[in-house]
């Protein structure tokens, strides 16, 4: 049963309160409030609709401690819908996507409206016509599911994010949620950090991307490439255009990144383009922060160096700030070591 918390006006939080079910029938986790909220952005004063689970999250028995149980923890989730709102006579009208494999493009139609709240014998009528049509509609689904596998749940999630890119209200959540599923952590922050227009800007450069690589049937590693080799492609090209400098945030983030190779963006853009892989590229970017620590520049060493220690990457006994002769030895016992590990 779900009723109504507060009035449903643009720009404030209607909540609905749901009977959480029996532990003993539905060990899963458990959403026992759907809160729909009518908000708008502050980039582009546009309406824009959030469907916000919360509920007592129930852990998983393999993720116990047999001396310290885990206890149930409130938490919540927010959904981002692709589809408009209709709002028409007072009533607002959504589409929830639900597929199965019997009907793909399924889901759930909801009505919002302001209603009188029944009393008497109307109340536990509502009630009771309420519970049956629920039950008769559980009874339904549970007859036709099918647990989906977990490359077509991704395929789903993300088949239906990446048109979202195209859309200046949704791209940012778009962005943020495909970068987390698919592991691109430069993309994420990108959706994080970047202003307006270099969102706009970077999310353009994907679009060729997401409709020549055929995206929306990838795989996770395949997505998370593609959005984080579009991300340092996009970044080194940002950061060469000496008209319009790169942003000090989006500056720090390429640091943060890439280390000392990311202060010089074209050889920067080449190793990417030269790696096929989240992995090649982590080591690509290891093999040039290395290089980096015989420069000549006691600051470009020392910057390499803390930022390949941060990764369990920089040589034992290596001191960036020490005399050159005993810098060549340190370097020169990390090759052995690693020419030894091949």
């Known amino acids: 049963m779900l009723r109504e918390r507060k009035p449903v006006w643009a720009g404030t939080t209607t909540v609905w309160r749901a009977a959480p079910r029996r532990r003993d029938l539905d060990p899963s986790p458990r959403w026992d409030v759907a809160q729909i909220d009518l908000s708008r952005t502050a980039e582009e004063g546009k309406p824009v609709l959030a469907l916000v689970l919360e509920g007592i999250v129930v852990p998983r028995a393999e993720e116990e401690s047999p001396s310290a149980p885990a206890a149930p923890v409130r938490q919540k989730e927010h959904l981002v819908l692709a589809s408009e709102p209709f709002a028409s006579g007072g009533r607002v009208r959504l589409f929830l996507p639900a597929p199965q494999k019997m009907s793909p493009r ?30 008769r509609s559980s009874a339904h689904a549970r007859g036709v599911a099918s647990a989906p596998t977990a490359d077509e749940s991704f395929r789903f999630e993300s088949g239906t994010a990446l048109p979202a890119l195209e859309s200046p209200t949704l791209r940012r959540p778009a962005l943020a949620f495909l970068a987390t599923v698919a592991r691109a952590p430069l993309a994420g922050d990108l959706a994080l950090d970047a202003g307006p227009e270099a969102l706009a800007s970077y999310a353009a450069s994907l679009v060729p991307v997401v409709r020549g690589e055929g995206l929306d049937e990838a795989t996770s590693p395949t997505l998370g490439w593609a959005l984080e080799r579009s991300a340092f492609v996009w970044l080194a090209g940002a ?3 000496e008209k319009r400098p790169l942003e000090p945030e989006l500056s720090a983030i390429l640091l943060a990144r890439a280390g000392e190779l990311g202060r010089f963006p074209e050889l920067l853009r080449d190793a990417v383009l030269e790696c096929d892989g989240l992995e090649a590229l982590e080591r690509r970017l290891v093999q040039e922060n290395r290089i980096f620590l015989e420069d000549a520049d006691a600051g470009a060493r020392l910057r390499a160096f803390d930022w390949l220690g941060a990764r369990g990457a920089a040589p034992d006994g290596f001191d960036p700030l020490g005399a050159l002769p005993e810098r060549r030895v340190a370097l020169d016992r990390m090759r052995a070591s690693l020419e030894a590990a091949k």
Do not use: C, H, K, Q
């Open 106 to 135: 399924g889901g759930y139609a909801l009505e919002i409206a302001r209603v009188d709240p029944p009393e008497g014998n109307e109340l536990a009528e509502a009630l009771a016509s309420g519970r049956t049509a629920l039950e």
């Open 239 to 241: 950061a060469l255009d």
